[in-house]
């Protein structure tokens, strides 16, 4: 079962989520939240699977085509990763491998083999100024957003966790905990901000983990192919199959509606004093009892 909830505040701004278990999800999120849910628990699990997780706006598109490469031994760009969140569980069970599978949703949703240690899992955190930032941009360009209203309308949503998949802090101290917890030899957790500024480090650490092996060579070729600056060019000028009915559905705009800035810092453009000192008083009492630390800039 699941319910729509719609959230607003006296200036206006407003937000539509479905909610299961008193969590909110995005209002495209497939059908029935318990149902598909459980269909996922059980869904059949290959190998070569690999799984990318992460927040919204936290590097999930960047991660799959990385992992995809890495996978396949081409440097094509595939388009966009499916989603678990969004295909029906007969539709995902008919893709050919290698799978590359992404979730904003957390680990404990994940099919019951994965959580067993079949397949592969990356894990990929943003820190939550700069994801806010560019989730608002992103709701901003596509026609049919979920979410109406202005940045400062955005950001209290945000803070206060009524947004899609929840609370940015709560997802995060939850894969915290897993990573903490989980005694599987399945998982790697990524930073976005190491990412931006070691990619070839990341790109190698992650072929590593996926049990892939090439040479320097390869996989310098993969990270030229990924630095962000090359992925928006590639994707506005070779638009994929998968892509282009997502498109039509959310976007006047031909191109897929990803890829902003990618910077590190970005938030500064956009936060103001009375904005950070808030935002910052929320994140120390929420992350207080974290061992991670982020970068802003």
């Not at 400062?152 to 949503?157: E, H, I, P, Q, W």
């Not at 990924?226 to 191109?255: A, E």
């Not at 994140?283 to 991670?292: D, G, I, R, V």
Request: charged share 25%; hydrophobic share 35%; proline share 3%.
């Amino acid at each position: 079962m699941c319910d729509y909830l719609e959230v607003s505040d006296s200036e206006g701004n407003c937000i539509r989520t479905k909610r299961y278990q008193g969590k909110p999800y995005v209002d495209i999120f497939v059908g029935n939240i318990e149902d598909h849910l459980d269909r996922l628990s059980c869904m059949e699990v290959r190998e070569d699977d690999t799984f990318v997780l992460s927040y919204p706006k936290s590097g999930t598109h960047w991660i799959s085509s990385i992992a995809s490469m890495l996978r396949t031994g081409t440097s094509d760009y595939i388009g966009s990763p499916h989603f678990l969140d969004y295909n029906e569980v007969d539709f995902l069970e008919k893709l050919p491998s290698p799978r590359i599978l992404a979730s904003h949703m957390t680990f404990d949703r994940l099919p019951r083999q994965v959580r067993e240690g079949k397949g592969k899992v990356v894990v990929v955190s943003r820190n939550p100024k700069d994801a806010a930032v560019s989730l608002y941009h992103f709701l901003m360009k596509i026609n049919q957003s979920a979410f109406k209203g202005s940045w400062d309308g955005f950001l209290k949503f945000y803070l206060d966790g009524n947004m899609f998949y929840g609370s940015w802090f709560d997802t995060f101290l939850d894969w915290e905990r897993t990573l903490q917890t989980y005694k599987g030899d399945n998982i790697m957790h990524l930073l976005y901000e190491d990412m931006k500024q070691d990619l070839l480090s990341s790109v190698t650490e992650i072929a590593t983990f996926l049990s892939v092996t090439y040479d320097v060579s390869y996989l310098k070729e993969v990270t030229n192919k990924c630095t962000f600056s090359t992925m928006v060019k590639t994707i506005r000028g070779d638009v994929k199959p998968q892509d282009q009915g997502f498109i039509k559905v959310v976007s006047n705009d031909p191109l897929l509606p990803i890829y902003r800035k990618g910077e590190v810092g970005d938030w500064k453009n956009h936060f103001t004093v009375t904005q950070n000192e808030y935002f910052d008083k929320i994140y120390a009492e929420k992350m207080k009892s974290s061992t991670f630390r982020f970068r802003f800039e």
